[in-house]
């Protein structure tokens, strides 16, 4: 057996240092920090008289926060449904119901697509123990009040994620291990209070949770620090895995009770050759590098050129320092040419233009129109998508974002159908021979997606009608699940309510009056 994390080797491993920088590098575009940008910018202009002025008037535009925003609105604006085809009333249904509820999926899918967009990678992980933390509650010496044990469904920070590859294999993995730093304070020695002047010590240990088919291993190690990687363009903090060391959990080793890993990973992008998911923003790091130095410089033209410099006869002499208007000024002879401003060409116009192109290609390289938002930014990039008004043309305009929605929802919709199904299996194998507790067959679910663009209901009506000839195509439930996006036991509750209203409206009349009636009229 060869593990991922033994004494002697290094965390994180170096293979996963470049994929780590790459999550850490895209965190820092997403959230309008762009330290790169500015520090080539600088080193630009660093020998010229604009160097002073040019961390005032650094701009950085944020424009990848609101582009990997937009496929997770149109993937989850409208909720899907959860189907595990037994019907509404069953127990898979009502357990289905119940762990999609309980874990807010719907809202954990738009969070890790948003994630996902600048790092590549997600995962989520499935477990059965208890959802709230009672630690702090013990550490008081409280009672700690009893917590139901239920099937959780939850993501995982991809940067502390490093599986393992199947042997021959790209994206098959034998074991994931979910390994984090730990700072832990401990009492500090003689040397350490005389260096620092603190009492404690603050330590890093390693904690390993390593997931294989039918068990999770936990593991504790000491850590050293050995440096900081910083060949990739962000640091990366590297150590030195020393010996094992308790972890203080009951069993070390836990069985789960099913042959599949527990961890689930979701790309945002992925191509044959490798397991690593590609992001939505490595590829841009260029144009919008060159984005915010061109707005650097139309900004620092525009400030120079706001108070130019004014030439004219000298009047030095004169003592009225308002005739100096406000800016430089060169004095002449009285026999020179009229006083004047001196004006520069600063080329705005080409700028502009260049500027146009550049956020046009981060439109077009992230498959989103840009009137998407409401709005254009650059001069005749598609129009403003209000020129279409009926679904298929509507469709037809939002192909381009569609498209890549439609490419990462097959990637959300194998792992939550995985989660799930997970989670029942989970559910069933702790509960075995509990009192009260009803066993049932974890299925597989279905979800059903919405693409997100308003539908036409009037329009989806009459398809309807001359498809089938005017007969009904779906029952009252189903209407009420598609309309208002509920799940199979609510829109059966609105059934109820809506068929108790007609009774009390109309009344119920048994069936055999009218043939008594015509009876008597026959007679």
Same mark, same amino acid.
């Given at each position: 057996m060869t593990k991922l994390f033994t004494p002697g080797q290094t965390y994180p491993p170096p293979k996963d240092i470049p994929r780590l920088a790459r999550y850490k590098r895209g965190r820092i575009i997403f959230d309008g920090r762009h330290p790169e940008i500015y520090e080539r910018a600088s080193t630009l202009l660093k020998d010229t008289p604009h160097a002073a002025q040019l961390q005032t008037?650094?701009? $950085?535009?944020?424009?990848?926060?609101?582009? @990997?925003?937009? +496929? *997770?609105?149109?993937?989850?604006? /409208? #909720?899907?449904?959860y189907e595990s085809g037994k019907g509404p009333g069953s127990r898979e249904q009502e357990r289905l119901d119940s762990i999609v509820e309980e874990n807010d999926l719907t809202q954990m899918m738009h969070e890790l697509v948003i994630g996902?967009?600048?790092?590549?990678?997600?995962?989520?992980?499935?477990?059965?123990?208890?959802? $709230?933390?009672?630690?702090?509650?013990?550490? @008081?010496?409280? +009672? *700690?009040?009893?917590?139901?044990? /239920? #099937?959780?469904i939850e993501a995982v920070p991809a940067n502390i994620v490093f599986p393992e590859l199947s042997i021959g294999s790209r994206k098959k993995f034998k074991a994931i291990n979910i390994a984090w730093v730990e700072w832990v304070e401990e009492p500090g020695g003689k040397i350490i209070r005389w260096l620092t002047g603190n009492p404690v010590s603050v330590v890093p240990y390693l904690n390993v949770e390593r997931h294989v088919p039918g068990y999770i291993s936990y593991e504790r190690y000491k850590l050293s620090e050995s440096g900081v990687d910083t060949k990739w363009g962000v640091p990366i903090e590297t150590f030195t895995i020393g010996d094992p060391v308790p972890t203080g959990r009951v069993e070390d080793v836990i069985e789960t009770g099913t042959d599949r890993l527990l961890v689930h990973h979701i790309p945002y992008k992925s191509v044959d050759d490798r397991w690593e998911g590609i992001n939505g923003i490595e590829k841009l790091e260029s144009v919008l590098s060159a984005i915010n130095e061109r707005l650097v410089q139309i900004d620092y033209i525009l400030w120079k050129h706001s108070d130019p410099t004014a030439y004219g006869p000298d009047i030095d002499g004169d003592g009225d320092a308002t005739a100096r208007f406000g800016g430089r000024y060169m004095p002449l002879e009285?026999?020179?040419?009229?006083?004047?401003?001196?004006?520069?060409?600063?080329?705005?116009?080409?700028?502009?233009?260049?500027?146009d192109i550049l956020l046009g290609l981060v439109y077009q390289m992230?498959?989103?129109?840009?009137?998407?938002?409401?709005?254009?930014?650059?001069?005749?990039?598609?129009?403003?998508?209000?020129?279409?008004?009926?679904?298929?043309?509507?469709?037809?305009?939002?192909?381009?974002?569609?498209?890549?929605?439609?490419?990462?929802?097959?990637?959300?919709?194998?792992?939550?159908?995985?989660?799930?199904?997970?989670?029942?299996?989970?559910?069933?194998?702790?509960?075995?021979?509990?009192?009260?507790?009803?066993?049932?067959?974890?299925?597989?679910?279905?979800?059903?997606?919405?693409?997100?663009?308003?539908?036409?209901?009037?329009?989806?009506?009459?398809?309807?009608?001359?498809?089938?000839?005017?007969?009904?195509?779906?029952?009252?439930?189903?209407?009420?699940?598609?309309?208002?996006?509920?799940?199979?036991?609510?829109?059966?509750?609105?059934?109820?309510?809506?068929?108790?209203?007609?009774?009390?409206?109309?009344?119920?009349?048994?069936?055999?009056?009218?043939?008594?009636l015509d009876g008597e009229a026959a007679a």
């Amino acid at each position: 057996m060869t593990k991922l994390f033994t004494p002697g080797q290094t965390y994180p491993p170096p293979k996963d240092i470049p994929r780590l920088a790459r999550y850490k590098r895209g965190r820092i575009i997403f959230d309008g920090r762009h330290p790169e940008i500015y520090e080539r910018a600088s080193t630009l202009l660093k020998d010229t008289p604009h160097a002073a002025q040019l961390q005032t008037l650094f701009i $950085a535009v944020n424009l990848m926060d609101i582009l @990997l925003t937009k +496929p *997770a609105d149109l993937l989850t604006g /409208e #909720p899907p449904t959860y189907e595990s085809g037994k019907g509404p009333g069953s127990r898979e249904q009502e357990r289905l119901d119940s762990i999609v509820e309980e874990n807010d999926l719907t809202q954990m899918m738009h969070e890790l697509v948003i994630g996902g967009g600048y790092r590549g990678d997600s995962f989520i992980k499935t477990y059965y123990g208890a959802r $709230a933390d009672v630690s702090e509650t013990e550490a @008081l010496g409280l +009672p *700690a009040p009893d917590v139901p044990l /239920e #099937p959780i469904i939850e993501a995982v920070p991809a940067n502390i994620v490093f599986p393992e590859l199947s042997i021959g294999s790209r994206k098959k993995f034998k074991a994931i291990n979910i390994a984090w730093v730990e700072w832990v304070e401990e009492p500090g020695g003689k040397i350490i209070r005389w260096l620092t002047g603190n009492p404690v010590s603050v330590v890093p240990y390693l904690n390993v949770e390593r997931h294989v088919p039918g068990y999770i291993s936990y593991e504790r190690y000491k850590l050293s620090e050995s440096g900081v990687d910083t060949k990739w363009g962000v640091p990366i903090e590297t150590f030195t895995i020393g010996d094992p060391v308790p972890t203080g959990r009951v069993e070390d080793v836990i069985e789960t009770g099913t042959d599949r890993l527990l961890v689930h990973h979701i790309p945002y992008k992925s191509v044959d050759d490798r397991w690593e998911g590609i992001n939505g923003i490595e590829k841009l790091e260029s144009v919008l590098s060159a984005i915010n130095e061109r707005l650097v410089q139309i900004d620092y033209i525009l400030w120079k050129h706001s108070d130019p410099t004014a030439y004219g006869p000298d009047i030095d002499g004169d003592g009225d320092a308002t005739a100096r208007f406000g800016g430089r000024y060169m004095p002449l002879e009285k026999d020179d040419v009229t006083p004047g401003y001196m004006t520069w060409e600063g080329q705005l116009e080409s700028a502009f233009k260049e500027l146009d192109i550049l956020l046009g290609l981060v439109y077009q390289m992230s498959e989103t129109p840009q009137w998407l938002f409401g709005t254009t930014l650059a001069n005749d990039k598609g129009g403003t998508g209000t020129s279409h008004t009926d679904s298929g043309a509507i469709k037809a305009r939002f192909m381009p974002i569609l498209a890549k929605v439609n490419r990462i929802r097959a990637h959300v919709d194998r792992a939550f159908r995985d989660a799930i199904w997970t989670a029942m299996q989970l559910e069933n194998y702790a509960n075995q021979n509990v009192e009260g507790f009803e066993t049932y067959e974890p299925i597989y679910p279905r979800i059903t997606w919405r693409d997100g663009i308003p539908q036409d209901p009037k329009e989806a009506a009459e398809v309807a009608q001359i498809r089938t000839g005017g007969k009904p195509t779906q029952s009252v439930a189903d209407a009420i699940k598609g309309l208002d996006g509920v799940d199979d036991a609510t829109a059966e509750e609105m059934v109820r309510r809506i068929d108790a209203d007609e009774e009390r409206a109309n009344g119920t009349v048994e069936s055999s009056i009218f043939n008594n009636l015509d009876g008597e009229a026959a007679a």
